[in-house]
């Protein structure tokens, strides 16, 4: 019953957010921001592991960390 109720909230929320992007028309500007930031998520990450294959570390546990702290 919970995930139906969390669904519900989530397609609210998307409307929402769909209406209020076409009202301003700032569609363009957040598509443009959710690739910058994607890009900049997908290089620290890469950072991250790279650092941690070239220092060696034995544990995947430290990367899956470090990679998670940063979202």
Do not use: C
Not at 9 to 19: A, D, G, I, M, T
Not at 25 to 52: C, E, P, Q
């Amino acid at each position: 019953m919970k995930i139906r109720q969390l669904g519900n909230s989530l397609k609210n929320l998307s409307r929402k957010v769909r209406v209020y992007l076409h009202i301003t028309k700032a569609s363009g500007i957040a598509r443009r921001y959710f690739v910058m930031n994607g890009f900049d998520g997908a290089m620290t990450i890469f950072g991250i592991a790279l650092g941690s294959w070239i220092a060696g570390v034995q544990k995947p546990e430290v990367v899956l960390l470090a990679g998670s702290a940063h979202v």
